[in-house]
Every structure is written in structure tokens, then in C-alpha cells.
């Protein structure tokens, strides 16, 4: 077994096929400092674990069947429908320049951001972007923009 330490400036250490990074610890942590550590770690991993899996389906993504299943994914682990119209309008604002990928991802984070009254912010986030998207449909975002201010 091949164990390699560095501790102050980062390393890693190898136990079987598992690898640790340990970046910048000077000392060996308390249990409570530990702890948090792990669980920001934790949290870290799992976003840019979202993070990745939804750029891989972004690259895949070629029509309407592929849109549904990417929507799906990226509402899957979501809390609710406010934290789904906010992961669907990161994904859109990171698409790029496929234009019918953000529209569809700005209208499904309409539909989620109006269902609470918590997510009427991204409601209306996701409107301003579809008029910079697709400012043919200008009528229609400003429909909807109007509805989202009545629920308020």
C-alpha cells in the first residue's frame, strides 16, 4: 500500500483506490472544524457533479425528446419547484448559443418560479430572459410578466 502525505501545500493521499486531496491544512482539524469541512466538501462534490452531468446532456441535447430529458435531469434532485426554476435558469444562462435550448429551459423555470410565491423572482428572471432570447414573442413574455405581478 502506497501512502504519500503532504499536508501543507496540498498532496494527496492514497489508500487502495481511494485518493484524498488535501489542500492548504496546516494542522490536523478539530471534530466540529472536520465535520464542516466534509460537509462543504460533500455539498461541493455533489453541485459540480450536477454541474457536469448537465453539461454532458447540454452537449447530447438535439431536439424536443432530448430537451424533456434534460429538463429532467436538471430538476431531479431539485427541493421543490423554487429550487427547479433556479437550477433550470442557471442551465440556461450556461447553454451558450443554442437559443431554442434556452427558451425551453426559461419557459419550464416560468412554470416552476409560478407555482409559489417564492419563485416569482425567477419567474420574472426567466421572462427578462426570454425577451433578450427571443424578443419576436415579446407580447407573450409581457402576458406572462403581467400575470406573474397578479399573483403577487
Known amino acids: ?3 504519500g502525505t503532504d499536508i501543507s501545500g496540498g498532496g494527496c493521499t492514497r ?4 485518493c484524498i486531496i488535501v489542500f492548504g491544512i496546516d494542522r490536523a482539524p478539530t471534530p466540529r472544524k472536520a465535520r464542516t469541512q466534509h460537509m462543504a466538501a460533500s455539498k461541493a462534490i455533489r453541485t459540480i457533479g450536477a454541474i457536469m452531468m448537465v453539461l454532458v ?8 425528446e432530448d430537451e424533456i430529458g434534460l429538463i429532467r435531469d436538471i430538476v431531479r434532485n431539485a427541493r421543490g419547484d423554487v429550487d427547479a426554476a433556479k437550477r433550470l435558469l442557471a442551465a ?7 437559443r431554442d435550448l434556452q427558451v425551453g429551459l426559461c419557459e419550464k423555470a416560468h412554470e416552476y418560479g409560478i407555482s409559489s410565491p417564492r419563485g416569482y423572482a425567477s419567474a420574472i428572471a426567466a421572462l427578462d430572459m426570454l425577451d433578450r432570447i427571443d424578443p419576436k414573442r415579446a407580447d407573450l413574455w409581457r402576458t406572462k410578466r403581467l400575470e406573474v405581478y397578479r399573483l403577487r
Open 92 to 98: 440556461a444562462r450556461d447553454v451558450g448559443d443554442d
Open 57 to 64: 446532456r447540454l452537449c447530447a441535447a438535439s431536439g424536443a
Open 1 to 3: 500500500m502506497d501512502v
Open 15 to 18: 489508500r487502495g483506490p481511494v
